[in-house]
């Protein structure tokens, strides 16, 4: 997951989310590996796709903050 991150805020978004591919796939159960996906998949315009993974986190842990301000945000986005 860290490393994900690191490649994610170098501007290395595919390599991202590959490596958060790989986390999620080891824990499926990780509410961070699936909100930093969103994150990623949101930076991308993949608003769709980030839903997705953010409702996942939420699923995971429907008291994650971070993962339920970024649910908000898509929503509006979504809605347009």
């Known amino acids: ?3 994900g991150i690191a490649l994610a805020l170098l ?3 595919s390599e991202a ?3 958060l591919d790989k986390a999620a796939a080891l824990d499926l159960n990780n509410e961070k590996t699936w909100y930093n996906k969103a994150l990623v998949h ?3 315009r993949q608003h769709n796709e980030a839903y997705r ?3 996942r ?5 429907p008291n994650y903050e971070h993962a339920k301000r ?3 945000l898509l929503d509006k986005i979504l809605k347009q």
């Open 1 to 3: 997951v860290n490393r």
């Open 11 to 13: 501007g290395r978004y």
């Open 17 to 19: 989310l590959k490596d």
């Open 42 to 44: 949101h930076i991308l």
């Open 53 to 55: 993974c953010v409702l």
């Open 57 to 61: 986190a939420l699923h995971i842990n």
């Open 70 to 72: 970024l649910k908000e």
